[in-house]
């Protein structure tokens, strides 16, 4: 069954260093997306990205947050410089054409800021 | 603006059945559900799109009543594999915003 896979599963890095979290959505998926978990808390909305542009982005994703779909398979999170609050899961997921379609998610990025 | 979800946590006893509220302060379209465990992603339960329609998903089913802009997941004769995090969505555009969560345990 098709997945959504990401990459690295676990990220560590220091207050002010850039990072890039990578997904491969579903390969014939046209929507993709990122969202955010602070340990224990919600999942919430940070960017959806269609047709190669960002169709809608929340408050959170200012920026310092930045994604990028460079060849036809990887989408990527850049967050530009990291923050203690910036620590976090940080998921992809990918929906096919259709506005009411489930999104796959993928397992996650794990990201820890020193 | 977020869904709320009711109850904020709950305990069952295997066998036991369970109600999860969802409801939202501007019109509803449709309504997601999906389940997160520990240390996982939230996997997809099923989607509602209109009023008062209800869906299924093995002992798991959910009613959306458009107008109350309500949805209610029902869990009958809870089994442990149950036991997570159930999120409810709402779609706008092109995004689902997720409730914060109704934490369920299912024990022995």
């Known amino acids: 069954e098709p997945e959504v896979t990401q990459t690295p599963s676990h990220q560590v890095t220091q207050m002010g260093q850039e990072v890039i979290l990578r997904c491969v959505p579903i390969?014939?998926?046209?929507?993709f997306y990122w969202y955010r978990q602070i340990l224990g808390q919600k999942v919430e909305f940070l960017v959806s990205?269609?047709?190669?542009?960002?169709?809608?982005k929340s408050e959170i994703f200012d920026d310092q947050f930045s994604v990028e779909r460079p060849d036809g398979s990887n989408f990527t999170l850049k967050i530009r410089s990291t923050k203690l609050e910036d620590s976090a899961m940080y998921f992809c997921?990918?929906?096919?054409?259709?506005?009411?379609?489930?999104?796959?998610f993928g397992p996650g990025t794990r990201l820890t800021v020193l | 603006q977020q869904p709320v979800q009711s109850p904020q946590a709950v305990i069952l006893r295997e066998g036991e059945d369970a109600v999860i509220n969802c409801s939202s302060s501007?019109?509803?379209?449709?309504v997601h559900w999906y389940r997160q465990k520990h240390g996982e992603a939230p996997v997809f339960l099923m989607i509602?799109?209109?009023?008062?329609e209800q869906k299924g998903h093995d002992k798991i089913s959910a009613s959306f009543n458009e107008k109350k802009q309500q949805s209610s997941l029902y869990l009958t004769a809870s089994q442990l594999s149950y036991s997570g995090t159930y999120f409810c969505?709402?779609?706008?555009?092109?995004?689902?915003?997720f409730g914060p969560g109704t934490s369920l345990s299912v024990i022995p």
């Open positions: 997921a990918s929906k096919a054409s259709g506005t009411y379609n489930e999104q796959f």
């Open positions: 969505g709402t779609q706008r555009d092109d995004k689902v915003i």
């Open positions: 390969s014939n998926h046209l929507y």
């Open positions: 509602l799109l209109k009023g008062g």
């Open positions: 501007k019109a509803l379209y449709s």
């Open positions: 990205f269609y047709n190669n542009e960002i169709s809608e």
